[in-house]
């Protein structure tokens, strides 16, 4: 039988998502328990690939069990796991389902603060410079106009296509925050913390509009106009979202 594990995680004390050799990580946390709690292995794979520090308001494994998961499963194991992990729930869906390949579209935000806040400390950007909101999301317009986002992703990031369909991209005004939301079919590796940082110039006047929107223009690996810069505990992975005829309760 075939279920999605929908996993909740603060990224702040991890190597990451995927498993990794020598690193804790998120999966092998989770991978940890389940083999505890089913006294044999369940092997997972995952949805979305989020850095170290990264954190995530919704991510999804998908695992094989022989037996049906009954409700009381899911409280029974998150007692066993970290307090900074949790399992929202465990839907069964169609024995093909892949939570990879699967997903329609990925939500992510981030968050950036501009005073001191001890409680922001390892979930925002502490950015204490001033930002014109309105330059900041007149070059996220632009980002919804473009499809290539080569210039935007991390050397060596062994994906056959740079294409990506944004449908959401937009800076919000938030109590003591702003935040950036961007919503996709697909994203690459480094992508949204490079669109954050390169806004970031465009909102303090360093970097013009037409600047901006060049880049999605050039195809070098070595744009100096693309920053890389914003740190990995602003970004947080908000949702996936799935085609609903994927929940199916299994026979």
């Not at 970290?82 to 390949?101: G, M, S």
């Not at 990031?157 to 937009?170: D, G, L, P």
């Not at 490079?194 to 901006?212: C, D, H, I």
Request: with cysteine; hydrophobic share 40%; proline share 6%.
């Amino acid at each position: 039988m075939r279920y999605f594990f929908e996993v909740s995680y603060k990224g702040t004390k991890y190597a990451g998502f995927q498993v990794q050799q020598n690193a804790n990580t998120i999966q092998a946390e989770v991978e940890k328990v389940l083999q505890v709690y089913f006294k044999k292995p369940i092997p997972l794979t995952g949805s979305s690939r989020t850095d170290a520090g990264v954190h995530a308001l919704q991510n999804y494994f998908h695992g094989d069990v022989e037996d049906a998961i009954e409700p009381t499963v899911l409280y029974n194991l998150n007692a066993m796991l970290p307090p900074d992990i949790v399992l929202k729930r465990i839907p069964p869906v169609t024995q093909e389902a892949h939570c990879r390949f699967d997903a329609l579209a990925r939500e992510y935000h981030y968050y950036i603060y501009s005073s001191k806040d001890p409680f922001m400390l390892d979930r925002g950007y502490f950015y204490p410079y001033h930002l014109n909101l309105d330059s900041l999301n007149n070059a996220a317009t632009t980002i919804l106009s473009n499809t290539n986002f080569e210039a935007f992703s991390k050397k060596n990031a062994q994906v056959k296509t740079h294409i990506c369909n944004i449908v959401k991209s937009e800076w919000v005004q938030e109590p003591g925050c702003l935040v950036y939301k961007v919503k996709a079919n697909r994203f690459l590796r480094g992508m949204v913390r490079a669109l954050v940082a390169t806004m970031l110039r465009v909102g303090r006047n360093k970097l013009s509009l037409e600047q901006f929107s060049s880049v999605f223009t050039t195809t070098t690996e070595d744009n100096l106009l693309v920053d890389f810069a914003s740190p990995p505990q602003g970004l947080f992975l908000a949702s996936v979202t799935y085609p609903q005829e994927l929940f199916k309760a299994h026979p």
